[in-house]
């Protein structure tokens, strides 16, 4: 199974993306959902998660500004308002089942001032 994320671009400071991530095929045992970001030059951090389709998780530096969900597809989303240029990186979606991680290919977000 292969994850494919989209929904990244160019958007003005204070404006919003969403982003979606979505399996290739069905992943069994899913245990949990993420979202991780990678900025140029610095390491991937994670920024969101959700576990079980609703217990939801959010880094200090989200402040209320993104939102994570997911459907029965198993389709994974970021809902990312009130963007500004520190959130400009790399996003990528992570899988999580009893086999192991699932890494999206990534999705290029950049914010400008």
């Known amino acids: 199974v292969q994850l494919q994320a989209s929904g990244g671009g160019l958007v003005q400071s204070g404006g919003s993306l969403r982003l979606s991530c979505t399996p290739s095929?069905?992943?069994?045992?899913?245990?949990?959902q993420a979202w991780y970001r990678q900025a140029a030059g610095n390491e991937r951090t994670w920024v969101a998660s959700?576990?079980?389709?609703?217990?939801k998780r959010y880094a200090d530096f989200v402040e209320g500004r993104f939102t994570i969900s997911t459907d029965n597809s198993k389709n994974l989303y970021l809902q990312m308002n009130s963007l500004n240029h520190e959130d400009s990186a790399v996003y990528y979606c992570?899988?999580?089942?009893?086999?192991?991680?699932?890494w999206g290919q990534g999705t290029l977000v950049t914010v400008s001032s």
């Open positions: 992570k899988y999580t089942s009893p086999w192991g991680d699932i």
């Open positions: 095929g069905r992943i069994s045992g899913l245990k949990l």
């Open positions: 959700i576990t079980a389709g609703r217990h």
